[in-house]
Antibody, heavy 121, light 108 residues
Framework: QVRLQESGPGLVKPSETLSLTCTVSGGSISDYYYNWIRQPPGKGLEYIGSIYYNGITNYNPSLESRATTSVDTSKNQFSLKLSSVTSADTAVYYC???????????????WGQGTMVTVSS | DIQVTQSPSSLSASVGVRVTITCRASEGIVSTYLNWYQQKPGKAPKLLIYGASSLQSGVPSRFSGSGSGTDFTLTISSLQPEDSATYYCQQSYNIPRTFGQGTKLEIK
């Protein structure tokens, strides 16, 4: 069974860079692309960006200047870096899988449990 | 960006009744690239419906989706206590992916 697990610091100082990793276990990564989504406390869901196993990326224009995603296929891991963080970046960060093709294409069918990141000095 | 608007933002209903949540895309059409998720407190969202009307494996058949173009509906045919949650629609037609603001469903 495929599982996604986010990891990274739970506390980041303002103006610094948030760094998270998503580890995929139990399945191949090549037929899917992986997405980062966040949810501020008590609020809705916001798409951050996507990365394919071959390194192709897409970003939300609202975050594109600060977000960078990367992939390490040898470790089945995807990473997110978000620079110059402020308190507005405090949120639960999720990674989620989406199929590249087929009837379920582009739907987020498997999610990690999420990791809370607080931006505070 | 395609804005996705859900209604209502919250509702309260009794066990056994039929519940409908609607979702509207703001511009152009998203064809059937519309998905529905259920989120319970402290948990990650769970995919219920993809492609506007296809039921995700393992999801009870009381959940169904319909619509195409700009207007979509999630229906729960007979509400159960475990359906208390927040429901989100999401368009996967283009980038950035966008979510509705959520509908909080409470069981009376």
């Amino acid at each position: 069974q495929v599982r996604l697990q986010e990891s990274g610091p739970g506390l980041v100082k303002p103006s610094e860079t948030l760094s998270l990793t998503c580890t995929v276990s139990g399945g191949s990564i090549s037929d899917y692309y992986y997405n980062w989504i966040r949810q501020p406390p008590g609020k809705g869901l916001e798409y951050i960006g996507s990365i394919y196993y071959n390194g192709i990326t897409n970003y939300n224009p609202s975050l594109e200047s600060r977000a960078t995603t990367s992939v390490d296929t040898s470790k089945n891991q995807f990473s997110l870096k978000l620079s110059s963080v402020t308190s507005a970046d405090t949120a639960v960060y999720y990674c989620a899988r989406a199929a590249i093709s087929g009837s379920k294409r582009d739907a987020f069918d498997i999610w990690g449990q999420g990791t809370m990141v607080t931006v505070s000095s | 960006d395609i804005q996705v608007t859900q209604s209502p933002s919250s509702l309260s209903a009794s066990v056994g009744v039929r519940v409908t949540i609607t979702c509207r895309a703001s511009e152009g059409i998203v064809s059937t690239y519309l998905n529905w998720y259920q989120q319970k407190p402290g948990k990650a969202p769970k995919l219920l419906i993809y492609g506007a009307s296809s039921l995700q494996s393992g999801v009870p058949s009381r959940f169904s989706g319909s619509g195409s173009g700009t207007d979509f509906t999630l229906t729960i045919s007979s509400l159960q206590p475990e359906d208390s949650a927040t429901y989100y629609c999401q368009q996967s037609y283009n980038i950035p992916r966008t979510f509705g603001q959520g509908t909080k469903l409470e069981i009376k």
